[in-house]
Each structure stands twice: as structure tokens, then as C-alpha cells.
């Protein structure tokens, strides 16, 4: 069996990687001597993301979890990061001499996931901060809970952003794509009836209606709490010069996902305080950065109260 063939088999794992809006932009394409990780323009979010900065982070996170698994079954695999705008290629996965040096298994990325519920209270130690491996800043979560309200209400307020946010909900098992891609009502840690009550406030047509009526607002109110516990937001910083540099962010950040899952700990990503410009800004200015570094990822950290839920995933063909 080739190479190809047995990473073919491990495909199913490596989609566990995280993207923004659980889009999966990834698309692995089998060559007689590589696996080209291409991305799928239609699981890009030009509204959201314009400057793709959440594209290339996906498709990095896609890229390591793809050598971990890939080094769990003992199957030498390298990276090269290389990309090709005209192909839409990011990516090329190649045999190896060795097998890729990860301390994470397959096991690591069965487990991760996201939490969007109550976290019990508590910061993060500054010795596990310091071992995670990247530049990573923290801030206490109360001082992000005015900032967050903020960015909510501007993305509530953007229709485009909004439509994006509408195309890529499952809010009700009933949706067809519910147990593929996207975010459903669970995995948002909605109760049913705040779950109908979105879909109700930003369904295509109510929308129009309820932005004008103070909608974002009221959507951003629901989420007001969501910071106000003594808990740890962490910010990665580092150069977003070239979609490499973010894809090699993409990596890290999988990294550490990983290893404070492995610690029990669980992530919430808020990348409406990158993507709100006004916030982002302010953001920035109190890093102490670098000139050619910039915060790429927001993410509370800690214990959640409940055990999150598992993701959906479409299955490798
Ligand atoms: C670059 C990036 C940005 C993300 N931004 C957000 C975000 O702003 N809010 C959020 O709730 N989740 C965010 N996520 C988490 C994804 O929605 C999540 O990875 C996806 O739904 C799959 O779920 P899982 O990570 O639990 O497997 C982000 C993930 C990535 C990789």
C-alpha cells in the first residue's frame, strides 16, 4: 500500500482540525507523489475574514493535525508550506525519512474541541502559559467583557457578516447539513429556545427588520455575560506578513489547543475582537507588539462547566 493510500485511510482524523465557522475549507487532493492541500473558495468567508487571516490559520491547524495523525500511525509525513493562489494549493504533504516529532497523538485530536458554555473560574498559571510554545498574551476575561459586547454589536450590525453567519448555523437538528460542517445549536451551547430565538432575529427576511430595531444590540446583550467571571483570555500574537507566516500560525495554535486539552483545558475562540476593527485596534495597542506583529487569535481558556460537544465533520470521500 502506498503512502497516499495509508494517510487516505487516516483522513477521517485529520478533519477534526479546527476552522473558523467549521467551514473545513480543507481539499486534499491525491497526486501520484503528494497530497496538494488546496482550499475551497466556497468555505472561505470574504465578508468575515476578508484578509483570510482565518482561512490560512484553518488550513495551518489542518496541516499539523494532518502530521500528528499521520505520526500516530507511524507513517513519516512532511509539510511544505507553499502557496499557490492560482491553484488555491497551501500546501503539499510529502513522505518523509522520519516520522513527524509531535508529542500529540491521534488521541489528542479526537478529544479537543471547543467549549462555548460557563467555564469555572480561574486563571491560567503562568508556568503552563509559559510551556504552551507560542507568543501568547494574557488578559483577565473582564476586562474583554465591554470590548466583546462591542464587536458582537458591530457583527450582529454588518449584514454581510451576518449572512455568513447565517449560511454556516445549524440551528435545529432538523438542518440538513447539521452532522457536516457548520455550527449547530449544541456545539453554540443554546438552549432550544435561544436557538429559535436567533433563528428568528436573523433569519433573511425578520433581519432586515430587527437590525433597524436594535437587534445587534439585544444579540449582543445575550453574550454579555459570557466574560464576566474571573477567567483567562489568551491572545496569539505574532507576523502575519505572508499567508505562510499565518499558516505556520495555523500550526501553533492548533498546538496549544492541543496541549491545554490535554491539560482538561478547553477553548472559545472570539475572533469578532480581531474582526471589529474598532476593538481589534485597541486590542493591538495594548499588546506592546512588535512593528510587523499583530494579535491573529482570541480564545477564553479554562474548565468548562459541562462537557463540550463534539463537532460536526464530513466524512473524507
Ligand atoms: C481560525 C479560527 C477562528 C475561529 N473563530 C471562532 C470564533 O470567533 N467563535 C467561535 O465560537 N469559534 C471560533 N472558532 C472555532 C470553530 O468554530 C471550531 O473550531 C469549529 O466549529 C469546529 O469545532 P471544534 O473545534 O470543537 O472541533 C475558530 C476556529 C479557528 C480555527
Redesign the pocket.
Known sequence: MSWASRFRELEDDCR?A?????TQPWLPQYTSDSIDIHWDPARALPDSDPTRR?LF??LG?FVETSLIVAASAGLPVRAEIAVDHATLRAARLLPAPEVYDTPFTVESVRQR??A?GGYAPGTLDPQTLAGLGADLRQVPTRELAGPLAEADRWMFGTPAVVDELRAWMRLSPKHPRYHLDG?TDR?MALSRVEATGLAAMIGPRAYRLTRRLGGPALLAAASKGLLRYDGSVLILVGSAVTPEAVIAHGRELVRVWLALSERGLHV?????LLDCAATSARLAARLDLAPDESPL?VFRTGRPLDTPVR?ARIPAA
Open positions: 477534526r479546527p476552522s473558523a465557522h467549521n482565518d490559520l484553518s491547524a474541541r471547543c462555548r455550527l456545539a472559545h475562540p472570539l475572533s469578532q487569535a463537532s
